[in-house]
C-alpha cells in the first residue's frame, strides 16, 4: 500500500549584516555563530543578507565599502556558512527590498520610528548627518524580513525593538489588505546576545567605539586579540563567578561559554579558586582557537574572487526568485495596476 506522507515545509530564516567596518566579536556571538548552526538543521532553509544599502545610511567611502562586503561574504563562509546550498546575497542586488521598503515606509508611522532605540543612539554619533534613510531604517529591515516570508530572525538583543517593529507592521498590513506575510519570531541566543565593551561592560561591543581596546575584530591579530583581552576591566574581587558589579567577569564568561559551550556554572567550578590571570588566558586562548582557523579560510577566499563572485551571483538569483513572488503580491494587493 503506498503511504503518502507529506513532509512539514521547512521554517525559512532570514538575516543580515551591515557591511560597515569589520566584524566585531559581538556580531559572531550574537548573530554569525548562530546562523552557522541554524544552516546545519535540517528543518530549516535560510537566507543571508549583506546588508549593503542600510549601511549608506552612514556616510561610507566607496571604496571602502566595495572592500568590506567581498570582506564580510568571505567571512560569512570562512566562519562556516554554504553559499552554495542556500543564498547568501548583496541586499543592493534584490530590487525588491526597496520596493516593499517603500510601501512599509507608507504603512509606519514618524512616532514609532522616533522611538527606535538605535536611531536615537546613531542620531547622537551621526549629528551632522541625521538623514532620512536613517530615520526609516527600520522599515527597510522589515522589509527585509517579510519579503522572505522569514519564520525566524537570528539576531544579538540590540535588534530586538526593530523585530517587535516588523511584527506589528506584517499585522497591520495583514489586517488592512488581507493575510500576506508571516509574522517572524526573533531568535535570540541564550548565551552572549549582547556581548559587552572589554573596556566598558556596561556597553555594547560596538567598532564604532573609538577605543580599539573594547573591541575584538574577527580580523585582529592574534597577538591582539590576546592583548586586548589581558586588558578587558574586570574587579577587584578575583573571582570568577557571577554576582553584583561584575559585568566585566560575565561578559569574559559570556565569550568563555559562546566559545566553548561550556555553561556558567561549568565555568564557575572550572576557576574556582583561580585568578583573573588564568581566567583571562584561557578565555584569550579560548577566542583564538575558534578565530584561527576562520581567519585563514578567510585569507584563502580573498585570493578566489571568482569563487565569491559565483557565491553572490548565485544568492541573487535564488533570493530574487522568493523575494519577486512577495512584491509582486504585495503590489497587487495595495491596488496597484499589474504591468
Ligand atoms: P548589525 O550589522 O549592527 O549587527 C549584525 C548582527 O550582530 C549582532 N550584534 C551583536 N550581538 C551580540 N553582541 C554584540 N555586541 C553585538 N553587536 C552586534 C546584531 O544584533 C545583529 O544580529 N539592522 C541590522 C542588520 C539587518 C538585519 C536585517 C538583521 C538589516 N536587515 C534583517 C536581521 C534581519 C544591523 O544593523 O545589524
Given at each position: 500500500?503506498?503511504?503518502?506522507?507529506?513532509?512539514?515545509?521547512?521554517?525559512?530564516?532570514?538575516?543580515?549584516?551591515?557591511?560597515?567596518?569589520?566584524?566585531?566579536?559581538?556580531?559572531?556571538?550574537?548573530a554569525l555563530r548562530n546562523w552557522v548552526q541554524l544552516?546545519?538543521?535540517?528543518?530549516?532553509?535560510?537566507?543571508?543578507?549583506?546588508?549593503?544599502?542600510?549601511?549608506?545610511?552612514?556616510?561610507?567611502?566607496?571604496?571602502?565599502?566595495?572592500?568590506?562586503?567581498?570582506?564580510?561574504?568571505?567571512?560569512?563562509?570562512?566562519?562556516?556558512?554554504?553559499?552554495?546550498?542556500?543564498?547568501?546575497?548583496?541586499?543592493?542586488?534584490?530590487?525588491?527590498?526597496?520596493?516593499?521598503?517603500?510601501?512599509?515606509?507608507?504603512?509606519?508611522?514618524?512616532?514609532?520610528?522616533?522611538?527606535?532605540?538605535?536611531?536615537?543612539?546613531?542620531?547622537?554619533?551621526?549629528?551632522?548627518?541625521?538623514?532620512?534613510?536613517?530615520?526609516?531604517?527600520?522599515?527597510?529591515?522589515?522589509?527585509?524580513?517579510?519579503?522572505?516570508?522569514?519564520?525566524?530572525?537570528p539576531?544579538?538583543?540590540?535588534?530586538?525593538?526593530?523585530?517587535?517593529?516588523?511584527?506589528?507592521?506584517?499585522?497591520?498590513?495583514?489586517?488592512?489588505?488581507?493575510?500576506?506575510?508571516?509574522?517572524?519570531?526573533?531568535y535570540?541566543p541564550?548565551?552572549?546576545?549582547?556581548?559587552?565593551?572589554?573596556?566598558?561592560?556596561?556597553?555594547?561591543?560596538?567598532?564604532?567605539?573609538?577605543?580599539?581596546?573594547?573591541?575584538?575584530?574577527?580580523?585582529?591579530?592574534?597577538?591582539?586579540?590576546?592583548?586586548?583581552?589581558?586588558?578587558?576591566?574586570?574587579?577587584?574581587?578575583?573571582?570568577?563567578?557571577?554576582?553584583?558589579?561584575?559585568?566585566?567577569?560575565?561578559?569574559?564568561?559570556?565569550?568563555?561559554?559562546?566559545?566553548?559551550?561550556?555553561?556558567?556554572?561549568?565555568?564557575?567550578?572550572?576557576?574556582?579558586?583561580?585568578?583573573?590571570?588564568?581566567?583571562?588566558?584561557?578565555?584569550?586562548?579560548?577566542?583564538?582557537?575558534?578565530?584561527?582557523?576562520?581567519?585563514?579560510?578567510?585569507?584563502?577566499?580573498?585570493?578566489?574572487?571568482?569563487?565569491?563572485?559565483?557565491?553572490?551571483?548565485?544568492?541573487?538569483?535564488?533570493?530574487?526568485?522568493?523575494?519577486?513572488?512577495?512584491?509582486?503580491?504585495?503590489?497587487?494587493?495595495?491596488?496597484?495596476?499589474?504591468?
Open positions: 500500500m503506498e503511504t503518502n506522507i507529506q513532509a512539514e515545509p521547512k521554517k525559512r530564516i532570514l538575516s543580515g549584516i551591515q557591511p560597515s567596518g569589520a566584524l566585531t566579536l559581538g556580531n559572531y556571538v550574537g544552516q546545519k538543521e535540517e528543518q530549516y532553509e535560510s537566507y543571508y543578507m549583506i546588508a549593503d544599502l542600510h549601511s549608506i545610511t552612514v556616510r561610507q567611502e566607496p571604496k571602502d565599502l566595495r572592500k568590506n562586503c567581498m570582506d564580510l561574504l568571505a567571512l560569512f563562509l570562512a566562519c562556516g556558512l554554504d553559499g552554495e546550498k542556500e543564498p547568501i546575497f548583496f541586499q543592493s542586488h534584490i530590487p525588491a527590498h526597496t520596493q516593499l521598503g517603500w510601501v512599509l515606509d507608507c504603512n509606519t508611522y514618524m512616532g514609532e520610528l522616533s522611538r527606535m532605540t538605535q536611531f536615537k543612539d546613531k542620531s547622537r554619533k551621526h549629528a551632522d548627518n541625521i538623514n532620512a534613510g536613517l530615520f526609516t531604517y527600520p522599515s527597510l529591515m522589515a522589509a527585509d524580513i517579510l519579503l522572505y516570508q522569514a519564520d525566524l530572525v539576531v544579538g538583543k540590540d535588534q530586538k525593538q526593530h523585530l517587535e517593529l516588523t511584527r506589528d507592521l506584517a499585522v497591520r498590513f495583514n489586517n488592512a489588505y488581507s493575510d500576506t506575510f508571516k509574522v517572524p519570531e526573533p535570540i541564550k548565551v552572549g546576545a549582547k556581548i559587552m565593551s572589554l573596556q566598558e561592560p556596561t556597553q555594547k561591543m560596538s567598532k564604532s567605539d573609538p577605543n580599539e581596546n573594547s573591541y575584538i575584530l574577527l580580523l585582529d591579530p592574534i597577538d591582539k586579540i590576546v592583548k586586548k583581552i589581558k586588558r578587558a576591566v574586570t574587579d577587584s574581587e578575583a573571582r570568577v563567578c557571577l554576582g553584583e558589579g561584575k559585568e566585566g567577569v560575565e561578559n569574559l564568561m559570556s565569550i568563555y561559554s559562546a566559545m566553548t559551550g561550556k555553561t556558567m556554572d561549568e565555568i564557575t567550578a572550572e576557576f574556582d579558586g583561580k585568578g583573573y590571570g588564568d581566567f583571562k588566558a584561557a578565555v584569550a586562548e579560548a577566542v583564538v582557537e575558534v578565530l584561527r582557523p576562520i581567519q585563514e579560510k578567510h585569507a584563502d577566499l580573498m585570493k578566489n574572487k571568482d569563487y565569491l563572485e559565483s557565491i553572490y551571483r548565485k544568492g541573487a538569483e535564488m533570493a530574487n526568485y522568493t523575494a519577486r513572488k512577495t512584491i509582486s503580491k504585495v503590489y497587487r494587493k495595495v491596488g496597484f495596476i499589474q504591468p
